[in-house]
DNA sequence: CGCCAGGGCCTCA
DNA sequence: TGAGGCCATGGC
């Protein structure tokens, strides 16, 4: 069996660096992240694509996000100023329009009252901990916020991930979030841009591996 | 037409 | 605590 590093540079060499968070920079219809330092703006897009996402394809996730954009509504101010009506019609394309609408309002709300330059100063376990109380934040959303917006060392864990691990015999195929995730980070370099690209690749990788069965991982097995 | 997509909440044992 | 139902649009 392959270890984690050694799958990590085998992904690298095949599909090269992602550069997540990703952005629809060729449209310049919003801030580009590559290479460079995040403000809180930028950190605020990252958590409104990690709820959106959920369970949901990016190009969705896409539509929505630059038809807040255009309405001004991608900010801590836009999300609470809008009607929750107004929400749910422009991220309609994202899917679970209703949820999702409900969720930016709550999470535009925490991030109001709790501003990054003071979350950033916490401990990241005890970040992670409130995160995860905040309704419509679970595990996975927890951890890319953690991870994409505060730059922490945190590996996330997604369903392509859990594929993949089981599929290669990493893990069974009903070990918990939690349990893989050690895996991970037990086994891995502690480093916030190492994480960033793994995630990444995996997702990348998964796309053409894991998504229609049967999987066939001609790359890895 | 059916399946899937970078999940999470609620309910009910 | 864990399995199952539910949320919903768009691509293929």
């Known amino acids: 069996m392959k270890d984690l590093n050694k799958i990590y540079k085998l992904l690298l060499n095949q599909y090269g660096k992602q550069n997540w968070?990703?952005?629809?920079?060729?449209?310049?219809?919003?801030?580009?992240?590559?290479?460079?330092?995040?403000?809180?703006?930028?950190?605020?897009?990252?958590?409104?694509?990690?709820?959106?996402?959920?369970?949901?394809?990016?190009?969705?996730?896409?539509?929505?996000?630059?038809e807040l954009n255009k309405n001004k509504i991608l900010t801590i101010n836009g999300i609470l100023k809008n009607k929750v009506q107004k929400l749910e019609k422009t991220i309609k394309s994202a899917g679970y329009y209703r949820q999702k609408a409900e969720r930016l309002k709550i999470i535009a709300k925490f991030f109001k009252e709790n501003p990054f330059s003071k979350l950033k100063k916490l401990q990241t376990e005890k970040l992670r901990e409130i995160l995860l109380n905040i309704k419509g934040i679970g595990p996975e959303t927890a951890d890319s916020i953690l991870l994409y917006a505060f730059e922490k060392p945190v590996f996330v864990i997604d369903a392509y991930t859990k594929r993949m691990c089981h599929y290669l015999g990493i893990c069974s195929a009903d070990l918990d979030y939690n349990e893989i995730q050690k895996l991970f980070m037990k086994n891995l370099k502690p480093d916030a841009k190492l994480f960033n690209e793994y995630h990444a690749l995996i997702v990348e990788h998964s796309k053409h591996c894991y998504s229609k069965k049967p999987y066939c991982d001609e790359l890895l097995k």
Request: hydrophobic share 35%; net charge neutral; glycine share 4%.
């Open 21 to 66: 968070w990703p952005t629809t920079l060729e449209k310049d219809i919003h801030p580009t992240y590559h290479g460079k330092k995040l403000d809180d703006s930028m950190r605020f897009e990252i958590v409104v694509g990690a709820i959106l996402t959920q369970n949901t394809s990016w190009k969705n996730v896409e539509k929505a996000i630059i």
